[in-house]
């Protein structure tokens, strides 16, 4: 069947190191509070509301395709929800964050956790992956995601959010084969999640390992590495796998050899640093610095295009180091999406990128 409406696969070949016309942007968290149009459904509904009402979470997934003009959508939910279908009791308390009613800071607090049934307890996740495939019709693709064990984890000992995570850490060193049953639970929850994601239509799917930064390089090889290998060996070659890592440069050679298509790194090395760590076969994603774009739409044409520069020695996809911040003007985030939009190709033989 031929749409009418031009399809833009630009992400999903670049995922694939295919040559394409220019290199792919998105940004991550680019649904949330920067938009208007977002805080407008934020206030008829509760932010947990919205992930469950797939109406309302395609139309917010739909919004910066729409207002900032991405290559790619993610899909509006989060990296907790599998938590709470297992129990733990999420809440976002205002101004708070995250916070959950049961934390499992021992192995009998995880065995009073359930076992969730993902269609049932997690079926509104899929709804609106189906949904949000139906109404973007090809426009762009569509991404899934979850959080890796080690970042679940982290969220579900401390119960919520936490400064220096000392109940995870100690945990850590004082019985790491307790902790890595927990990682185990995790990993295992995760591979249905994401699986039935995948089947829900989800192109690609991304693993958000926001603190796995706080390992040393020996720590995350014992203690992260195993639960996270378990979910991307179960997905491998089903879709493409991309592996965002925040503080985590330290990391890099452990990385070079995981079994995913896409590194996504945060900004504090540059991507030709990356670049010579990992190798060639790679496809980098990111990594402006979020703050950057609290700067002017000249300034961040100018860095867009640095960034850009760096990013030549191989396969990229545009994107920031972290999420977009809340306070970001719209007119800062379609600077960036239009400077990384305008690029020239890449010089003949500098880059993967036609
Ligand atoms: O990227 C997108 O646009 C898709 C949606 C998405 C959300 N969270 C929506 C959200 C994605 C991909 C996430 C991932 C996520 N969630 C991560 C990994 C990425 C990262 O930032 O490191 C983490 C750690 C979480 C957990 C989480 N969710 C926290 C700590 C918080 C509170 C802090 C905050 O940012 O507000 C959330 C809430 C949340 N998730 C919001 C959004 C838009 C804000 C909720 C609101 O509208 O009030």
Not at 216 to 237: H, K, M, N, W, Y
Not at 285 to 299: F, M, Y
Not at 305 to 329: K, S
Request: net charge neutral.
């Amino acid at each position: 069947m031929y749409s009418i409406r031009p399809v833009n696969d630009l992400f999903l070949r670049a995922c694939r190191n295919e040559p394409t016309e220019r290199r792919p942007v998105w940004m991550m968290r680019q649904a949330g509070r920067y938009l208007a149009e977002y805080r407008a459904v934020r206030e008829r509904v509760d932010f947990l509301t919205l992930c469950r009402t797939p109406e309302l979470a395609v139309e917010v997934t739909l919004q910066p395709v729409r207002l900032v003009g991405v290559d790619a959508a993610i899909l509006f939910a989060d990296i907790l929800l599998p938590l709470d279908a297992m129990g733990a009791g999420l809440r976002f308390a205002a101004g708070d964050g995250p916070v959950f009613d049961h934390p499992v800071r021992s192995l009998d607090d995880l065995a009073r956790l359930g076992d969730p049934d993902v269609e049932r307890d997690l079926g509104y996740v899929f709804a609106a992956m189906r949904l949000a495939r139906r109404e973007l019709a090809g426009a762009v693709p569509l991404i899934g995601f979850g959080g890796t064990p080690w970042t679940l984890a982290a969220y579900l000992v401390e119960g919520g959010a936490s400064k220096n995570h000392g109940r995870l850490l100690s945990w850590s060193w004082e019985d790491p084969r307790g902790l890595a049953r927990v990682l185990g639970r995790l990993a295992d929850v995760s591979v249905r999640y994401l699986q039935g994601q995948v089947d829900a239509g989800a192109q690609a799917i991304q693993l958000f390992d926001t603190w796995g930064g706080l390992l040393d390089a020996q720590r995350f090889r014992e203690l992260a590495l195993p639960a996270l290998l378990v979910v991307v060996e179960a997905l491998r070659g089903k879709v493409p796998l991309i592996y965002y890592l925040n503080n985590g440069a330290h990391l890099l050679p452990e990385l070079a050899g995981l079994p995913v298509e896409v590194l996504s790194v945060d900004w504090r090395l540059p991507l030709d640093a990356v670049r010579k760590v990992v190798g060639p076969d790679k496809v980098l994603q990111g990594n402006l610095d979020p703050t950057a774009l609290l700067s002017s739409p000249a300034r961040i044409a100018e860095l867009t295009d640095a960034l850009l520069r760096e990013g030549e020695g191989g396969g990229h996809i545009v994107n920031l180091g972290h999420g977009i911040l809340p306070q970001t003007p719209p007119d800062h985030a379609r600077a960036f999406v239009a400077a990384a939009q305008r690029q020239a190709p890449a010089p003949a033989g500098a880059a993967r990128q036609g």
